[in-house]
């Protein structure tokens, strides 16, 4: 087992990131002990509770099912798991568990913090993604017309507890998602300041197959390498002030994509891939990042077989860009490649972006 901790400076918060790759039938005695065995309501996805139900063997009248999508992440979903933990009779010192994928976290997330103005968060992903990245943070939110994540807050679960057993079961799409995110944090690690250098870059190419094939000692080292990096991030910087902004290289256009596609024909990890593959084509265009890097990064891509989402209408691209949470009044901030696994951050009026980006969406 792999043992991280995340310290929140100013509110001296700290939590525990738990790591196994142990028999997930005993993940329900963990929780229950780390919650001192108050009351709790389960929400769960409906693919993992099909897959993982009797395993994990939560009392069903505690369980809250919720479909599986990003559409899913929505303001009637809340309000019903709201009232679902009215209904369970839930007190401040009791406790809102999310098992699933970065939808079901961002979510029962979003519920802890406005119920009874916060309660116990605890965050169980089950996905490649959500174990890398949106599990580990804080950051909880739902989707609204506008764009994603617009609705949200600032949360930091009580504990997290990543199963890498949970990954055998994900089908490739979903693996591919994650490992979009996971391809991110290498490009930035050098911003993140660990400790100790991760080597990211090198990791990927050097266990391509042992990723692909989805090696559980493999994965497990993969993940711990992420979230030490998000740690390091999170710790600097919880509300993104300043730091954390680099974790958004990849999102801007990428959200864009997901928000006219309607979040249903790709992914987010896929979105974020080609978030970053707009991303290297400008900074080459800008002439801010060696050229030589940029083939790097987007070898490293090819390796993972991403394929190429199509071009959008630019104003409408522009718009939903316009909305987007990084957004300053008439300014886009855009996360860039800069060098060596860094980035840095861009920003561009409206009419500059347009003639940046006209010959390349």
């Known amino acids: 087992m792999i043992n991280l901790s995340v310290h929140i400076k100013g509110i001296e918060l700290n939590y525990p990131i738990y790591i196994k790759n142990d028999d997930i039938e005993r993940l329900r005695e963990s929780i229950l002990n780390e919650i001192d065995y108050k009351n709790y309501i389960i929400v769960i996805s409906k693919k993992v509770y099909q897959l993982y139900g009797k395993t994990l063997d939560f009392p069903k009248d505690k369980i809250f099912i919720l479909k599986d999508g990003e559409e899913q992440k929505n303001d009637k979903n809340y309000l019903k798991i709201l009232n679902f933990a009215l209904s369970k009779n839930l007190k401040r010192e009791d406790a809102i568990i999310a098992i699933g994928g970065g939808v079901v976290g961002d979510l029962a997330g979003f519920v802890a913090s406005t119920y009874m103005r916060g309660i116990n968060f605890i965050q169980v992903p089950t996905t490649l993604l959500a174990a890398t990245d949106s599990s580990v943070g804080g950051k909880v939110a739902i989707n609204s017309n506008y764009g994603k994540n617009l609705i949200g807050a600032f949360y930091q679960p ?69 979230v030490e990096l998000k740690i390091a991030v999170v710790q600097q910087d919880e509300k993104e002030n300043g730091l954390r902004i680099i974790l958004n290289y990849g999102h801007t256009y990428g959200h864009a994509i997901e928000n006219l596609t309607k979040y249903k024909k790709f992914t987010h990890g896929h979105c974020v891939v080609e978030g970053i593959r707009f991303a290297l084509t400008l900074a080459q265009k800008l002439n801010i990042t060696d050229k030589q890097y940029i083939f790097l990064c987007e070898d490293l891509i090819k390796k993972f077989n991403y394929t190429t989402i199509k071009k959008f209408d630019i104003n409408n691209v522009l718009k939903i860009m316009s909305t987007d949470k990084k957004a300053t009044g008439k300014h886009v901030k855009f996360i860039l490649p800069s060098q060596y696994a860094s980035v840095k951050e861009y920003s561009f009026t409206l009419e500059e972006l347009k003639k940046h980006i006209s010959d390349l969406i």
């Open 158 to 226: 009580k504990a997290v507890f990543i199963n890498v057993n949970f990954i055998k079961t994900l089908d490739e799409k979903q693996f591919k998602s994650g490992l979009g995110e996971v391809i991110k944090y290498g490009f930035i690690e050098k911003n993140c300041k660990p400790h100790e250098e991760a080597h990211l870059i090198n990791f990927l190419n050097e266990h391509t197959d042992k990723i692909l094939s989805k090696d559980i000692l493999t994965l497990k080292n993969l993940i711990k390498m992420c």
